[in-house]
């Protein structure tokens, strides 16, 4: 294929990969250039932000100026901790009622008070006020994000449009940007689509905002579950390893579990790998 | 009304703005108090940027360099600025089409294509390529911002939610944030929706996904009927004057045609009224 003609094509960002190939001597890759990235989207919980040790500590907080301490009351997980981890592991069965279609759509801060109710019996916190369960909800809005988050993103943000996609709604995503620093470029998330991840038309519905194949997307994600349906609908693929996302509970996502397009240990190495 | 009573629904800011009137011993109008805005959503094409005098420099460069230069076949309007008038003369009645129902969800760059289409012969250019037809669509994402634009919505970033609500797509929004520096918390447009304002899928959908109440919304827009439509659909209204959106075509909208709740000459004024 002819440089001149196909070289029109591209960007500047893809100029300077091309440039850097003929000078190592190697033939471009026309399928895989044609097809670069316009656009990183990013899981959030867990990938971007570190839930588990926000809540603990905000929970902590709360707990001592309301004076309200969760014990349990089956031996099991005792404090904060235990309601932040037994919380979070009803997340995704939460959401497949709604991917099932056995219930209707259904927002994220509906699904996060419910189990939220379903726990606190447990925890002998039966009889918490509906503002402070409020309270415990809007929690997961304020989550601080892993140390490299802020700087790599917005070294990423140079070259490519970065935005959310993520199972959160868009009020909870926007309300954790400002206060966490997230320099996002858009936010696209389940209640745009009304469908929770790994639904199709969530991968192709955020291309299709973005007026893009999603070849020309790529998902940054700490969970193999999430990349692996992204790649199924076209995406590029990039994990970032999360090993202390569950903290003890973890039990997976340690490593890619496949061949993604980019494994990085940080934003930063990713960033790094992409040029930005 | 009891100050103690009702101070717990406050945020901070509105505290803030509380105490001030406490202190000077003014009573403060709970009623008003109580729908406090928590987002500002912006009208964008003349609102936030002057699309006129950007595109027709833009225009004017994209002549020089492929020889291109029109001239009126009809006696009426010439050159790049002409061409560009008339284009956006084509805007609302191009939209008119979606909003009855008489046609299907078309995006706005498909709009802006086939409006581009409609006016070349008229120009003498109905030979244009493909892709410089493409090149002239795509100018609309890279639009300057009026000069206190940006300065502003920076400020008012610090107290609010600030977004768009803009019958553009959310790649043309998101390309032009990036171009112009526009520094929006999230982007909400009509692609999102697949309505056009001033159809009331636009505000209400928009209040639902910030998840609250349309009076906690306001928007922001030179175009009294965006506010008449914003109003009635319960939003809080700010006018802000671009006389010179049209050029010498302008024949409205030089000033507010209700009591809109803020009217300011530009978006510095507005944050100062804001307290932001």
Chains 1, 2 share one sequence.
């Not at 509906?130 to 917005?154: K, N």
Request: overall charge neutral.
């Amino acid at each position: 294929m002819n440089w001149r003609g196909e070289i029109s094509r591209f960007s500047c960002y893809e100029l300077r990969l091309l440039l850097s190939l003929k000078k190592a001597n190697k033939t471009p890759d026309w399928g895989r250039l044609a097809h670069l990235v316009q656009a990183l989207l990013f899981d959030v919980f867990g990938t971007v932000v570190d839930w588990r040790t926000s809540l603990i500590a905000q929970f902590e907080r709360f707990g001592k100026t309301h004076n309200l301490r969760p014990g349990s009351t089956d031996g099991g997980n005792l404090g904060w901790p235990g309601l932040v981890d037994d919380w979070r592991a009803a997340y995704q069965p939460s959401m497949d009622a709604v991917r099932s279609g056995a219930r209707p759509w259904t927002t994220l801060e509906q699904l996060h008070r419910e189990s939220l109710d379903n726990l606190l019996p447990k925890y002998g916190l039966g009889d918490m006020s509906g503002a402070h369960r409020e309270e415990l909800v809007r929690g997961w809005h304020f989550l601080d994000p892993w140390p490299d988050s802020v700087a790599g993103l917005t070294r990423l943000k140079r070259k490519f449009i970065i935005g959310t996609l993520s199972n959160g709604g868009l009020r909870l995503l926007t309300d954790m940007a400002k206060y966490a620093g997230l320099p996002w470029d858009t936010i696209l998330c389940s209640d745009l689509f009304r469908h929770y991840k790994p639904d199709p038309k969530v991968y192709l519905g955020a291309a299709e905002l973005l007026d893009t194949a999603p070849e020309n997307v790529m998902l940054v994600a700490a969970h193999n579950y999430d990349l692996a349906a992204a790649r199924k609908h076209g995406y590029k693929t990039a994990f970032v390893a999360r090993p202390t996302e569950y903290g003890p509970r973890q039990q997976k996502d340690f490593k890619a579990e496949s061949d993604w397009d980019y494994g990085a240990k940080d934003f930063g190495e990713l960033a790094e790998m992409l040029g930005a």
